[in-house]
């Protein structure tokens, strides 16, 4: 119990935390309420709260701890750097070892010619670099008309007022005065929840075309690219279907536009490969990278680029007048290397393709075949569940968002960590996590579901 005799009590750092702290993305009323759950310390997939409860963490934090909790190797890292040099810029002529040697790595794993980063603290400042980067690509090629980016409905990018505006989340652009100019939102590929009567396979046809409709609209001439994420995580592990992102590839290579992956989730073996443009044979010009890079251990994102758009910076572009303190900070740097040392040196991609992530799909699949799921998809680690109270019948429930929220609060009481998104219920484990861990999870999304059904029933929610 000596992690507990370290904090004060918990109502005590509730009470602090409701007095003192502004939560991101919360109802700061609605939490105040009943007080903060205190994460304490983690282990592998387990998270230890302040009252000594054990929790499956099945999101992965905010789906980017991939090696896990506790490596005491990043701590070492970190500790040695800040030892060396804690901090220097590289802006100005200015470089360092940790930043040399994790943007060659990067080149390494990234697949074609990605091969130069611009460094962030998250995907965030990565997504507003790249609003920036893409505008100043097509100026410097003497084409400044072309400024418009054409993103996705239901997408995200990040909360800056940049990645926000090319998020398509409605919420968000309800508050704060967004989305800012010259950047437009197309249909995704929701077969579950938008395909109607079509097949996921015409469907998905359907929802690439929308963005050669959209640059037909908007004109080529003033389109400076597309940007999506390869399976949309927050907006609910959308996986599109097989015929969307060689329809979408298509049509770039058919228009003079950047296509930008946003791998801030899919990166770093999340879909059962290094990155998810491997596994749906994406060949981005840019990719946004965060999360995975450091497992989460230290604040760090970035920009990739192709070489042909890295060229233009290097020979025509002049200065970039962008950049963060922290671009490239080296402990962050640092730390990043060392995930990336142990995800390749353990094959832990590797496992998770051959693996557990097989053995997770057919589990996932089984909680499929509960009457109140309507689909269960998955990619790799990251998976889905529509709430549905005709299993059958791909219906949603009359108010939305009410069955995932009493699951979520299920599954919590039930020490594991799934999060909701309407009525769909996600998981984004790391990518250690072990067959037996796996049937954990399962039997906790299980229990969870029917004290769900059973809520939803008393309730006339659900016949
Ligand atoms: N792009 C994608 C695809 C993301 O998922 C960002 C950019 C922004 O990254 P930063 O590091 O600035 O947060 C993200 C972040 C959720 C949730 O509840 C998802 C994210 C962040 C917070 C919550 O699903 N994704």
Known sequence: MDHLANHPTTADMQAADAAHHLHPFTDTAALNEKGARIITSAKGVMLRDSEGNDILDAMAGLWCVNIGYGRNELADVASRQMRELPYYNTFFQTSHPPVIALAEKIAALTPGDLNRTFFSCGGSDAN?????????????????????????????????????????????HAQGGLPIPDISHIAQPYWYGEGGDLSPEEFGLKAARALAEEIERVGEDNVAAFIAEPVQGAGGVIVPPSTYWPEIQRICDAHEILLIADEVITGFGRTGAWFGAQTYGIRPDIITIAKGLSSGYQPIGGSVLSEHVAAVFAEKGGEFNHGYTYSGHPVAAAVALENLRILEEEGIVDTVARDTGPYLATRWAELGEHPLVGEARISGMMAALELSPDATGRKAFAEAGAAGLICRDHCFAGNLVMRHVGDKMIISPPLVISRAEIDVLIERAHKALDLTMVDLKAQGLMR
């Open 128 to 172: 507003d670099t790249n609003i920036r980067l893409v505008r100043h690509y097509w100026a410097a090629l003497g084409k400044p008309g072309k400024r418009h980016i054409i993103a996705r409905k239901n997408g995200y990018h990040g909360s800056a007022m940049g990645s926000a505006s090319l998020g398509g989340m409605a919420a968000m």
